[in-house]
Structure formats: C-alpha cells, structure tokens
C-alpha cells in the first residue's frame, strides 16, 4: 500500500496553467504505474493521465491531450500533472492513484491506492 498526497490545485482563469503534483510515501515507488483522475459535481470519476514506471509510456484522455502532460521524478517519489490552457470545463477534484498491474491502465478499478484530491476551478 502506498500513501498519496496531492497539491497544486487552485482558482485560474480560462487560459491559465496549474501544475498538480502527486507524492508518494513508499521505498518502491518504480514498482508503481501512477494515474491522474477527476471528478466534477455530478458526475462519474473520469481518467485524465497516466504513467508507467519509468516515465516512458503516458496515456492521455482525448479531452485533455495536448494541454496536459503527465511525468514524474522517481527520485522524489512524485508525480507532477502539468495542465495548460485550462477550460472552465477541466474544473474538477483531481486525484492521483497507484497501481501495480505493470501497464498503463484507465479504468478507477484498475487502481488500489488514492489520494484525498485537491481542487482545480478554472473561471471563464
């Protein structure tokens, strides 16, 4: 099992950037494939990004591809989430997961271990 703990959320205006960050309290933390997630008001926890170990193989969903870019620094035990050009839309709870299954995967039931979340507002 492994501890998560998000920060970097905010308020930013349309256009603006944030840069989410995701440490992990494990001596193992290669072992782990880390996701990012959000969920808004309302609505289903949906899959942002995703990472494998060695920071090689990201995964994007469509909506954020392009904007977003996923990467972490092994040495630091954290995973950084670097969202530009944010749309009133991206407003959410993010959170950052851990799996082992050794791939990337998307799906929240694919992942054992979570943060709290922090919240990202993005105004028009």
């Known amino acids: 099992q492994v501890q998560l703990v998000e920060s970097g959320g905010g308020l930013v205006q349309a256009g603006g950037s944030l840069r989410l960050s995701c440490a992990a309290s494990?001596?193992?933390?290669?072992?782990?494939?880390v996701g990012w997630f959000r969920q808004a008001p309302g609505k289903e926890r949906e899959f942002v990004a995703a990472?494998?170990?060695?920071?090689?193989?990201?995964y994007y969903a469509d909506s954020v591809k392009g904007r977003f870019t996923i990467s972490r620094a092994n040495a630091k035990n954290t995973v950084y989430l670097e969202m530009n050009s944010l749309k009133p839309e991206d407003t959410a709870v993010y959170y950052c997961?851990?799996?082992?299954?050794?791939?990337?995967?998307?799906?929240?039931?694919?992942?054992?271990?979570w943060g709290q979340g922090t919240q990202v507002t993005v105004s028009s």
């Open positions: 494990t001596r193992t933390f290669t072992a782990y494939v």
């Open positions: 990472i494998s170990w060695s920071g090689r193989n990201t």
């Open positions: 997961a851990a799996t082992l299954m050794g791939r990337v995967v998307i799906h929240t039931d694919e992942y054992d271990d």
